[in-house]
């Protein structure tokens, strides 16, 4: 008699045409033993049991129009929002953050980089916040290692809204220098307050323009400094899972 | 049809007035306008090869890893464990001088349709970049738009842009050089022919309308120089749609690993026509084509003009009837146009049929293989009649501060970082990224095991121009010198031949001599050439740009792991200099930069010399005994130690990439690595040089010479490094140490430069773009 399956923790990987890191996303979450993975497709509403969402980068629809704008039309974005209005984890990398801020699921907006290039390097990011699904298997004020690689990365929020965010400890991510200096060179895109990734007001839906998912393996470039924001969110839909069973 | 196909129409198409009687002989008279309009495209030089063929022959082709060799939309080699690589690199200056950010965004569409429709899932693109001197601002503005151009299209792909190079000289100020180079990874049973079989299968256009966009790309654009006329031709550019490129790639792998589709090819120069003619003349088959049934952009296009649009991202696939259904699901799936436009037939001919009536009948085999071939008499240029002797140094005064003379290299546009440009690329997508670019190869894993391969670009042109022999062999001896510093063994060639106008009896001697050259280096170092390309007509008002044979790479590792990079490393690392000593002033970066001069005599490379140096390399570093390796190329010894201490620090403290290092770097931790070197005396006795070259410690930092690689080796290592280099020249020539680059010679202090000072100077490129 086989000991009964562990219980993993479903992600769900929305596929959108022109999306380019779900390939990624889907192999940085099997690196990790407590998690299973499964692709939804944008023309689809269920989320095949889906406890954590994840909106990965690329060029949704082509990024015609606007990053992310057609992407919150499509038919699994309804699914998406009716599972993060039940408190559901959704996480958006790089478009998918676009999308989430194109969704009104995040405040803000994600403009042209101030250099109007598109930019590849690796930023030092500076945990805020360590207190949330996203980020409690890091230390507040730890810094972690990833590339950010886009055009729209620009996070601009009203000067009220920002405040309002701050006094929440919405912000948590934020792009320093090796000395923690929230500095304009550290800054890849001229973010307002350096912001790299922000929560909505109830820690459920989360974006960052760095890409985590092509941080998970120290054998190649982009490092492991990323397992810690999946694991972070691995750990919090067990111990959900623990306090209802 | 109103128009005419008489011999005026056919000039006017580019084609001369004896291929046009040739037309009419295989015609048996005068032609439709359709059929005149596709023998234009297919008899141009881009389409047809017919300056090179008879020259290309001399290409070693095969070899116990070649699985697909030339003819084929890219060539594919086995890496190990039935894993393959499919690859080619091929031009696309002429667009990208019209129009150079959809000229380079398509060349990159271009090359990577290659890759896929083999049935490889592109893991790599590279862009290998000439460009005319920055200070001029169309200059800038070319290399601007290029640049954005392969970030926008490569980057909405998914494809990491890796590898590459860009170098400027005046050459090339009116025929800037785009070469995109592609790779993609596939199983041996997984590799697609492009030949159309299966008498009444279906002819299935899949992808893009078809528009006016592109109209002649390959012919009046490809196939002539430049003029006045330029901007009269950039409606001939075609314009990308990386969009719907992604979803092709996927629809189109989903086709060909489900064994949904007989065969697939894609729609590059010459559309439609060149695609369709293939496919049937290798095949052995006839093809029916309805043009009235291609969807259009344009309603109201001719028969001739959809035949020949180069409009982007269409493939054509030969469709079994039982499995349309399935076909059609999976384009629907991805939102892509999935039309029947025609069938194969038994008659072995190409018919192209306009609501009903048939507008053109041409034999596809005669078509397509029996372009007429052209072999110029070869002439010796003028300014290579009086064989070129080794320059008289006494003509080159010494640089006095030999540091600022450094500095003055690093800032060459040549030499600088081009951060600049790989910045804009996404180099790690996919996740297969072990080695970033900035150094000698790019390095990728292959996932699911050990292995890795490493790819490399390489071309002098400066070289190429005062000896086109010497510098082809030249480029092929270095691209597989920069993949065995990584540590890859170098298994095959693709290579994209870029030269002037060869109706010229003396470009057809550059193209010649570079081909000798190239074939000689592959032959020596196993690397046979699966795939390429030709670029000719690369002149400007008479000008012809240096010859530029580029070669593309792919080198294999059984276990990636061992792979090192350039950097140096730690405290106390001994630096070893490997290869011949003396160094030449011919050709030389420092020629150029200093005293603006290219002359004299570019040093030979002796092969074999090569091929034992290479060896040893590889060797050391399979079994772990090197820290870092880096190709001595242009600026000389000097520049490559400056790299190798500008690199500890510029990427993480320590091996780029490495996330130990970062981490370090993150830290605060990081710093650089400097390095005090002792040049030996031996360097200033230059064999093969004139009197007089003795003491010139210039030359012995920046001169120039084939086959040199400085590496690094912990201290404790260095008996076993000894032992493996046995018959490789090499010699101890410092200790990395401290945080300046500090060189002296016979006891006196050359220069003595912070690290930190190089590398500003190094990463000066956006200064002169500003």
Same mark, same amino acid.
């Given at each position: 008699?086989?000991p009964a ?14 999306s380019?890191?779900?390939t990624d996303a889907?192999r ?9 993975v499964d692709y939804l497709?944008?023309?689809d509403?269920?989320l095949?049991?889906a406890?954590a ?16 704008a ?6 699994i ?6 599972f993060?209005?039940d408190?559901?984890?959704?996480i958006?990398?790089c478009?998918?953050f676009q999308?989430?801020?194109?969704s ?6 994600l ?9 590849c390097?690796?930023?030092n990011l500076r945990v805020e ?5 996203f980020?409690n298997a890091?230390?507040?004020?730890d ?8 055009n729209e ?5 009203d000067?009220?809204t920002?405040e ?7 912000i ?12 304009a060179e550290?800054n890849p895109?001229g973010?307002?307050?350096n912001?790299a990734?922000?929560?909505n007001?109830?820690?459920?839906v989360?974006?960052?323009m760095?890409?985590?998912e092509?941080s998970v393996?120290a054998a190649?470039?982009g490092g492991?400094d990323?397992?810690r924001?999946?694991?972070?969110m691995i750990?919090t839909?067990?111990?959900?899972a623990?306090?209802?069973? | 049809?109103?128009?005419r196909?008489?011999?005026d129409a056919?000039?006017k198409?580019g084609?001369?007035a004896?291929e046009?009687?040739h /037309?009419?002989?295989i015609?048996?008279g005068?032609p439709t306008?359709v059929?005149l ?13 017919k ?5 290309l022959?001399?290409f070693p ?10 003819g ?10 039935g894993?393959?690589?499919a ?5 696309h200056n002429?667009p ?13 569409g271009g090359i990577v349709?290659?890759i896929?429709?083999?049935g490889?899932r592109?893991i790599?693109s ?14 800038r503005?070319?290399l601007?738009?290029v640049?954005g151009?392969i970030?926008h299209?490569?980057n909405c792909?998914?494809?990491p ?8 000289e005046?050459?090339?100020?009116g025929?800037?050089?785009v070469?995109?180079m592609a ?6 049973d ?6 159309a ?8 256009l899949?992808g ?5 966009d592109?109209?002649g790309?390959a012919s ?15 409606p ?6 990386p969009?719907t490129?992604?979803?092709?790639i ?13 065969s697939m090819?894609?729609?590059?120069a010459?559309g ?5 003619s293939e496919m049937a003349s290798?095949g052995?088959?006839?093809?029916d084509i309805h043009a ?12 001739w003009e959809?035949?020949?649009s ?7 696939s030969i469709?079994?009837?039982?499995r349309?259904?399935e076909?059609?699901?999976v384009c629907?799936?991805?939102d892509l146009?999935c ?11 190409l018919?192209?049929y306009w ?5 053109g009948d041409?034999?596809?085999?005669r ?6 071939? /052209?072999r110029?008499?070869?002439v010796k240029p003028?300014y290579?009649?009086d064989d070129?002797v080794t320059?008289?140094?006494a003509?080159?005064s010494?640089a ?5 003379a ?10 600088a970082?081009?951060r600049w440009a ?5 180099y790690i997508v ?5 080695q ?5 190869a790019a390095v990728l ?9 490493a ?5 002098n042109g400066?070289h ?5 022999y010497?510098?082809?062999k ?6 597989a ?12 060639v693709t290579?994209?031949?870029n030269?002037g106008n060869?109706?010229?009896g003396? /470009?057809?001697w550059?193209?010649?001599?570079a081909?000798e050259?190239m074939?000689?280096?592959?032959e020596a170092?196993?690397?046979p ?9 690369n002149e ?5 740009i240096?010859p530029?044979p580029?070669?593309?790479?792919l080198?294999v590792f059984?276990?990636v792991s061992v ?6 490393k730690?405290?106390?690392d001994?630096v070893v200099?490997?290869g011949p000593e003396a160094a030449w002033?011919d ?6 930069v200093?005293?603006g001069?290219v ?9 074999e010399?090569?091929?034992r140096l290479q060896?040893a390399l590889r ?5 772990r005994?090197?820290k870092s ?5 242009e600026?000389g010894?000097?520049?490559a130690?400056?790299e190798c201490?500008i ?6 403290g320590?091996?780029?990439g490495?996330?130990e ?6 830290d605060?931790?990081g710093r650089w ?8 005396a031996?360097?200033l006795?230059?064999p093969?040089?004139p009197?007089?070259?003795a003491?010139?410690?210039d030359?012995?930092l920046f001169?120039?010479a084939?086959?040199?690689v400085v590496v ?5 290592d260095?008996?076993a ?5 046995a ?7 410092g200790?990395?140490?401290g945080?300046?680059l500090?060189?002296?010679?016979q006891g006196s202090?050359?220069f003595s430069v912070?690290v930190s000072a ?7 490129l956006?200064d002169?773009?500003?």
């Open positions: 008699m086989q399956a562990h219980r993993l923790v479903r992600f769900g990987v929305v596929v959108f045409p022109g380019n890191c779900d889907h940085a979450i099997e690196t990790f033993p407590d998690a299973g497709w944008h023309k509403t269920d095949k049991g406890q969402i994840v909106l990965p980068g690329g060029f949704s629809y082509g990024d015609y129009l606007r990053c992310g057609i992407a919150r039309f499509s038919p974005m309804r699914a998406v929002r009716d993060a209005a408190g559901g984890l959704v958006g990398i478009n998918g999308t989430l801020v194109e009104g699921l995040l405040p803000g907006g403009l042209r980089n101030m250099g109007l290039k598109f930019v390097r690796y930023v916040n360590a207190e949330t699904p980020t890091c230390r507040e004020g810094h972690l290692r990833i590339v950010v690689k886009h990365g620009n996070y601009a929020v000067a009220g920002l309002g965010m701050k006094a929440n400890r919405q948590l991510l934020r792009y320093v220098d090796a000395r923690g200096e929230l500095t550290a895109n973010a307002v307050e912001i990734g922000v929560c007001e109830t820690f459920n989360f974006g960052m760095p890409h985590p092509n393996e190649v470039a492991d990323g397992r924001i999946f694991q972070s750990t839909i067990m111990q959900r623990k306090v209802t069973s | 049809m109103t128009q196909a008489t011999v056919a000039v198409l084609l001369t004896e046009y009687e /037309i009419c002989a015609q048996g005068e306008y059929e309009a596709i023998y234009s495209l297919m008899w141009s030089e881009h389409c047809s090869y300056h090179s063929r008879p020259v022959g001399r082709t095969s070899g116990p890893r070649v699985l697909q060799g030339p084929e939309n890219a060539g594919v080699v086995d890496v190990g464990d894993w393959a690589i690859m080619k690199v091929e031009s002429h990208s001088a019209v129009e150079p950010f959809q000229g380079a965004a398509t060349g990159v349709r290659d896929f429709t083999m490889a592109p790599v590279c862009d290998s970049l000439r460009f005319g001197e920055l200070s001029e601002p169309r200059q503005f070319l601007d738009g640049v151009g970030a299209y490569g792909l998914g494809i842009t890796v590898c590459g190079e860009i170098y400027f005046p050459s090339y100020e025929n800037c050089l070469n995109a790779a993609g990874i596939l199983r041996h997984q590799i697609v022919r492009a030949k079989a299966g008498i009444g299968n279906h002819v299935v899949i893009n309308k078809t528009g006016r592109g109209i790309g009046v654009l490809a196939s002539q120089e430049f003029d006045e006329t330029l901007e009269e031709k950039r001939s550019v075609q314009v990308g749609d969009f490129e992604k979803k092709l996927e629809a189109c792998l989903e086709l060909l690993h489900g064994h949904l589709v007989v090819q894609d729609l590059g010459a439609l026509t060149s695609s369709s290798k052995m088959v006839g093809l009235d049934r291609v969807p259009l952009r344009e309603a109201d296009m001719e028969p959809i035949m020949i180069e409009s982007q991202e269409r493939m054509l469709v079994e009837p039982g349309l259904d076909v059609r699901e629907e799936r991805w146009d039309t029947v436009i025609g069938a194969v037939t038994d008659s072995k001919m018919r192209i609501r009903g009536d048939m507008v041409i034999p596809a085999r078509l397509a293989d029996e372009s007429p071939v /052209i110029t008499p070869s003028a290579l009649v070129p320059v008289d140094d003509a080159y010494p006095e501060d030999l540091g600022a450094l500095t003055e290299l690093l800032a060459a546009p040549n030499i970082s081009k790989w910045e804009q690329y996404d996919q996740a297969n990224t072990v970033i670019p900035g150094g000698d894993r292959i996932k699911g095991g050990s292995r890795g391969v790819f490399a670009t390489d071309c400066r190429c121009y005062l000896d086109p010497r510098g082809a030249a480029a092929v001896a270095e691209a010198r920069n993949l065995s510093c990584a540590g890859a063994l170098p298994v095959a290579d994209c031949l030269f060869p109706e010229k003396e /470009i057809y550059q193209f010649e001599q081909v050259g074939a000689q280096a592959c170092l196993d690397t050439v699966v795939s390429g390309n030709v670029s000719f007509y400007s008002f008479g000008n012809a240096y530029t580029l070669v593309g790479m080198g059984d276990d792979h090192i990079d350039h950097t140096f730690d405290e106390g001994v200099l490997l002033m050709g030389s970066e420092y020629q150029k200093r005293f001069k002359e004299g005599r570019v040093p030979d490379v002796d092969l010399a090569e091929r060896a060797a050391a570093i399979g079994r005994l090197l390796a880096h190709d001595c190329a600026g010894l000097a520049v130690l400056a201490a690199a500890s620090g510029v990427n993480g320590g091996r780029y490495d996330p290092a970062l981490r370090r770097m993150k605060g931790k690595r400097g390095a005090d070197v002792e040049l030996p031996a360097l006795a230059a093969g040089q009197q007089g070259v003491g010139r410690r030359l012995a001169g120039e084939p086959s040199r690094t080796v912990a201290l404790g260095i008996d490094l000894d032992a493996l280099l018959d490789v020249p090499h010699r101890v020539i200790v990395v140490t945080e300046a500090r060189c002296t010679m202090e050359l912070p190089l590398c500003a100077a190094h990463e000066s956006p002169r773009l500003a």
